[in-house]
């Protein structure tokens, strides 16, 4: 089944963001985790951050890409719940890691953190009410 047409078909929560929403909000994002992780892994480079800071980045970056292939391409709702709580796990990790070297990383991702709970609330949700 096509993706859309597979979305479409899954029972949401009420409360649900529209679909029109999520490209914005990504897009505001992914420039903001581009800027930062960017940041963090120059002065990871420089030698100014120690190296294992960029751990918890790097495993954000992979698990936040695989989500959509998962979720969309698979159409695995219990594996894109998992996916989610671990794109969540490591964000908070990373921001705990930066925090002594560059405050401003963790506080510039807090909107990333809001969005990833209300997206891991809506995985989760979504997976429920369609088991």
């Known amino acids: ?26 897009s505001v994002l992914y420039t903001i985790i581009a800027i930062s992780f960017g940041y963090v892994f120059y002065k990871i480079y420089q030698g100014e951050i120690p190296l294992w800071v960029a751990l918890p980045f790097v495993l954000n970056l992979f698990f936040n890409l695989i989500f ?5 391409g698979l159409q695995n709702n219990l594996l ?14 990373l921001m ?17 953190l809001v969005w990833v709970c209300i997206a891991t609330t809506l995985q989760c949700t979504i997976t429920y009410l369609n088991w």
Do not use: R
């Not at 899954?10 to 679909?19: C, D, F, G, S, T």
């Open 80 to 93: 894109a719940a998992i996916d989610i709580f671990l794109v969540l796990g490591t964000l908070v990790w």
């Open 68 to 72: 959509s292939p998962i979720q969309f």
């Open 96 to 112: 705990f890691a930066i925090f002594p070297y560059a405050p401003w990383v963790a506080y510039v991702n807090i909107p990333y």
């Open 1 to 26: 089944m096509e993706t859309q047409q597979w979305y479409a078909t899954l029972i949401k929560p009420e409360w649900a963001p529209p679909a029109w929403v999520f490209g914005p909000v990504w």
